[in-house]
T-cell receptor, first 109, second 115 residues
Framework: KNEVEQSPQNLTAQEGEFITINCSYSVGISALHWLQQHPGGGIVSLFMLSSGKKKHGRLIATINIQEKHSSLHITASHPRDSAVYIC???????????FGEGTQLTVNP | DTAVSQTPKYLVTQMGNDKSIKCEQNLGHDTMYWYKQDSKKFLKIMFS???????INETVPNRFSPKSPDKAHLNLHINSLELGDSAVYFC??????????????FGPGTRLTVL
Protein backbone atom coordinates (compact mmCIF):
# COMPACT_ATOMS: atom_id res chain seq x y z
CA LYS A 1 0.00 0.00 0.00
CA ASN A 2 1.37 3.41 -0.94
CA GLU A 3 1.85 5.90 1.83
CA VAL A 4 0.02 8.44 -0.33
CA GLU A 5 -3.15 7.39 -2.10
CA GLN A 6 -5.06 9.54 -4.56
CA SER A 7 -8.58 9.05 -5.81
CA PRO A 8 -9.88 8.83 -8.36
CA GLN A 9 -7.04 7.73 -10.63
CA ASN A 10 -8.90 9.04 -13.66
CA LEU A 11 -11.65 11.60 -13.82
CA THR A 12 -13.61 12.86 -16.81
CA ALA A 13 -15.87 15.86 -16.42
CA GLN A 14 -17.90 18.25 -18.53
CA GLU A 15 -16.94 21.89 -18.73
CA GLY A 16 -18.42 23.82 -15.84
CA GLU A 17 -18.60 20.92 -13.40
CA PHE A 18 -17.27 21.09 -9.84
CA ILE A 19 -14.37 18.69 -9.42
CA THR A 20 -12.89 17.08 -6.33
CA ILE A 21 -9.66 15.11 -6.17
CA ASN A 22 -8.76 13.37 -2.94
CA CYS A 23 -5.45 12.54 -1.27
CA SER A 24 -5.08 10.29 1.79
CA TYR A 25 -1.85 9.52 3.54
CA SER A 26 -0.72 7.21 6.29
CA VAL A 27 2.28 9.03 7.79
CA GLY A 28 2.68 12.05 10.01
CA ILE A 29 3.26 15.11 7.89
CA SER A 30 4.29 18.71 8.28
CA ALA A 31 2.91 19.85 4.92
CA LEU A 32 1.13 18.66 1.82
CA HIS A 33 1.84 19.77 -1.72
CA TRP A 34 -0.51 19.79 -4.72
CA LEU A 35 1.12 19.84 -8.15
CA GLN A 36 -0.28 20.08 -11.65
CA GLN A 37 1.41 18.38 -14.58
CA HIS A 38 0.31 19.66 -17.96
CA PRO A 39 -0.14 17.37 -20.98
CA GLY A 40 3.15 18.69 -22.32
CA GLY A 41 4.91 17.46 -19.18
CA GLY A 42 5.59 20.70 -17.33
CA ILE A 43 5.00 20.69 -13.56
CA VAL A 44 3.54 23.60 -11.63
CA SER A 45 3.24 23.86 -7.90
CA LEU A 46 -0.36 24.75 -6.98
CA PHE A 47 -0.47 24.76 -3.20
CA MET A 48 1.64 23.92 -0.19
CA LEU A 49 -0.49 23.68 2.93
CA SER A 50 -0.14 22.50 6.48
CA SER A 51 -3.60 23.28 7.81
CA GLY A 52 -7.01 24.61 6.84
CA LYS A 53 -7.70 25.83 3.38
CA LYS A 54 -6.10 27.79 0.56
CA LYS A 55 -7.72 29.33 -2.49
CA HIS A 56 -6.25 30.53 -5.75
CA GLY A 57 -8.68 31.53 -8.46
CA ARG A 58 -10.94 28.56 -9.17
CA LEU A 59 -8.76 26.17 -7.19
CA ILE A 60 -9.32 25.38 -3.53
CA ALA A 61 -7.22 23.02 -1.41
CA THR A 62 -8.20 21.78 2.03
CA ILE A 63 -6.44 19.59 4.52
CA ASN A 64 -7.60 17.74 7.62
CA ILE A 65 -4.51 16.73 9.57
CA GLN A 66 -6.45 14.57 12.05
CA GLU A 67 -8.10 12.57 9.28
CA LYS A 68 -4.91 12.54 7.16
CA HIS A 69 -6.78 13.72 4.14
CA SER A 70 -6.63 16.56 1.65
CA SER A 71 -8.90 17.57 -1.21
CA LEU A 72 -8.31 19.67 -4.27
CA HIS A 73 -11.43 21.31 -5.68
CA ILE A 74 -11.83 22.99 -9.04
CA THR A 75 -14.89 25.18 -9.53
CA ALA A 76 -16.36 25.92 -12.98
CA SER A 77 -13.95 23.48 -14.63
CA HIS A 78 -12.57 24.26 -18.05
CA PRO A 79 -10.84 22.10 -20.71
CA ARG A 80 -7.57 23.89 -19.91
CA ASP A 81 -7.74 22.30 -16.42
CA SER A 82 -7.09 18.93 -18.08
CA ALA A 83 -3.87 17.69 -16.50
CA VAL A 84 -2.48 15.24 -13.98
CA TYR A 85 -2.86 16.45 -10.40
CA ILE A 86 -0.30 15.10 -7.97
CA CYS A 87 -0.37 15.12 -4.19
CA UNK A 88 2.89 14.94 -2.21
CA UNK A 89 3.40 14.85 1.54
CA UNK A 90 6.36 16.16 3.49
CA UNK A 91 6.88 13.77 6.38
CA UNK A 92 7.16 15.18 9.88
CA UNK A 93 10.87 14.39 9.99
CA UNK A 94 11.21 16.93 7.20
CA UNK A 95 13.49 14.71 5.24
CA UNK A 96 11.18 12.87 2.90
CA UNK A 97 8.71 14.00 0.23
CA UNK A 98 6.45 11.17 -0.91
CA PHE A 99 4.29 11.46 -4.01
CA GLY A 100 0.93 10.00 -4.89
CA GLU A 101 0.46 8.40 -8.28
CA GLY A 102 -1.54 11.30 -9.63
CA THR A 103 -5.09 11.84 -10.87
CA GLN A 104 -5.60 12.26 -14.60
CA LEU A 105 -8.32 14.87 -15.13
CA THR A 106 -9.96 15.39 -18.50
CA VAL A 107 -12.48 18.20 -18.90
CA ASN A 108 -14.51 18.01 -22.08
CA PRO A 109 -16.05 21.07 -23.71
CA ASP B 1 14.05 34.92 -18.16
CA THR B 2 13.17 31.29 -17.44
CA ALA B 3 13.20 30.58 -13.70
CA VAL B 4 14.48 26.98 -13.73
CA SER B 5 16.07 25.74 -16.92
CA GLN B 6 17.38 22.33 -17.89
CA THR B 7 19.50 21.17 -20.80
CA PRO B 8 19.10 19.20 -22.86
CA LYS B 9 15.35 18.76 -23.19
CA TYR B 10 15.76 15.41 -24.92
CA LEU B 11 18.66 12.99 -24.63
CA VAL B 12 18.90 9.74 -26.55
CA THR B 13 21.93 7.58 -25.93
CA GLN B 14 23.25 4.03 -25.94
CA MET B 15 23.56 1.75 -22.95
CA GLY B 16 26.90 2.08 -21.23
CA ASN B 17 27.45 5.72 -22.13
CA ASP B 18 28.03 8.54 -19.63
CA LYS B 19 25.84 11.63 -19.88
CA SER B 20 25.09 14.83 -17.98
CA ILE B 21 21.99 16.93 -17.52
CA LYS B 22 22.40 20.55 -16.48
CA CYS B 23 20.09 22.64 -14.34
CA GLU B 24 20.21 26.34 -13.56
CA GLN B 25 17.90 28.55 -11.53
CA ASN B 26 17.92 32.35 -11.61
CA LEU B 27 15.58 32.79 -8.65
CA GLY B 28 18.25 33.15 -5.99
CA HIS B 29 16.95 30.04 -4.25
CA ASP B 30 19.06 28.16 -1.70
CA THR B 31 17.82 24.65 -2.44
CA MET B 32 17.74 22.56 -5.58
CA TYR B 33 16.38 19.08 -6.27
CA TRP B 34 16.50 16.32 -8.85
CA TYR B 35 13.41 14.17 -9.40
CA LYS B 36 12.89 11.14 -11.63
CA GLN B 37 9.52 10.42 -13.28
CA ASP B 38 9.26 6.90 -14.57
CA SER B 39 7.16 5.55 -17.43
CA LYS B 40 4.17 5.21 -15.10
CA LYS B 41 4.44 8.94 -14.37
CA PHE B 42 5.44 8.32 -10.76
CA LEU B 43 7.66 11.05 -9.33
CA LYS B 44 10.47 10.28 -6.89
CA ILE B 45 13.01 12.54 -5.24
CA MET B 46 16.62 11.64 -6.05
CA PHE B 47 18.80 14.36 -4.53
CA SER B 48 18.60 17.68 -2.81
CA UNK B 49 21.27 20.31 -2.33
CA UNK B 50 21.16 23.31 -0.04
CA UNK B 51 23.76 26.00 -0.70
CA UNK B 52 25.93 23.54 -2.63
CA UNK B 53 25.76 20.94 0.14
CA UNK B 54 24.19 17.52 -0.44
CA UNK B 55 21.30 17.10 1.97
CA ILE B 56 19.27 14.24 0.60
CA ASN B 57 20.43 11.24 -1.34
CA GLU B 58 17.62 8.77 -1.74
CA THR B 59 18.30 5.19 -2.74
CA VAL B 60 19.84 5.96 -6.09
CA PRO B 61 22.59 3.89 -7.76
CA ASN B 62 26.00 5.45 -7.31
CA ARG B 63 26.20 5.72 -11.09
CA PHE B 64 24.24 8.93 -10.51
CA SER B 65 26.39 11.75 -9.21
CA PRO B 66 25.02 15.24 -8.64
CA LYS B 67 27.36 18.19 -8.75
CA SER B 68 26.64 21.70 -7.55
CA PRO B 69 29.34 24.19 -8.61
CA ASP B 70 27.35 27.03 -7.06
CA LYS B 71 23.93 27.41 -5.53
CA ALA B 72 22.37 28.38 -8.87
CA HIS B 73 23.43 25.15 -10.58
CA LEU B 74 22.82 21.48 -9.91
CA ASN B 75 23.99 19.11 -12.59
CA LEU B 76 23.30 15.40 -12.78
CA HIS B 77 25.94 13.08 -14.19
CA ILE B 78 25.06 9.49 -15.00
CA ASN B 79 27.68 6.83 -15.65
CA SER B 80 27.22 3.54 -17.47
CA LEU B 81 23.66 4.25 -18.51
CA GLU B 82 21.17 1.37 -18.29
CA LEU B 83 17.82 0.80 -19.96
CA GLY B 84 16.05 1.40 -16.64
CA ASP B 85 17.44 4.91 -16.47
CA SER B 86 15.05 5.94 -19.22
CA ALA B 87 12.73 8.49 -17.63
CA VAL B 88 12.00 12.18 -17.42
CA TYR B 89 14.28 13.99 -15.00
CA PHE B 90 13.03 17.18 -13.38
CA CYS B 91 15.10 19.77 -11.62
CA UNK B 92 13.40 22.04 -9.08
CA UNK B 93 14.34 24.77 -6.64
CA UNK B 94 12.86 26.31 -3.51
CA UNK B 95 13.73 29.48 -1.63
CA UNK B 96 15.01 28.23 1.69
CA UNK B 97 15.69 24.92 3.42
CA UNK B 98 15.27 21.46 1.99
CA UNK B 99 11.63 20.50 1.99
CA UNK B 100 10.58 23.57 3.89
CA UNK B 101 7.01 24.54 3.24
CA UNK B 102 8.13 26.77 0.39
CA UNK B 103 6.69 26.28 -3.05
CA UNK B 104 9.00 24.45 -5.41
CA UNK B 105 9.64 25.68 -8.91
CA PHE B 106 10.16 23.01 -11.52
CA GLY B 107 12.23 22.96 -14.67
CA PRO B 108 10.71 21.72 -17.94
CA GLY B 109 12.19 18.24 -17.61
CA THR B 110 14.74 16.24 -19.59
CA ARG B 111 13.49 13.12 -21.33
CA LEU B 112 16.28 10.54 -21.28
CA THR B 113 15.98 7.53 -23.54
CA VAL B 114 18.55 4.76 -23.25
CA LEU B 115 18.67 2.38 -26.21
Amino acid sequence: KNEVEQSPQNLTAQEGEFITINCSYSVGISALHWLQQHPGGGIVSLFMLSSGKKKHGRLIATINIQEKHSSLHITASHPRDSAVYICAVLETSGSRLTFGEGTQLTVNP
Amino acid sequence: DTAVSQTPKYLVTQMGNDKSIKCEQNLGHDTMYWYKQDSKKFLKIMFSYNNKELIINETVPNRFSPKSPDKAHLNLHINSLELGDSAVYFCASSPTGVFSTDTQYFGPGTRLTVL
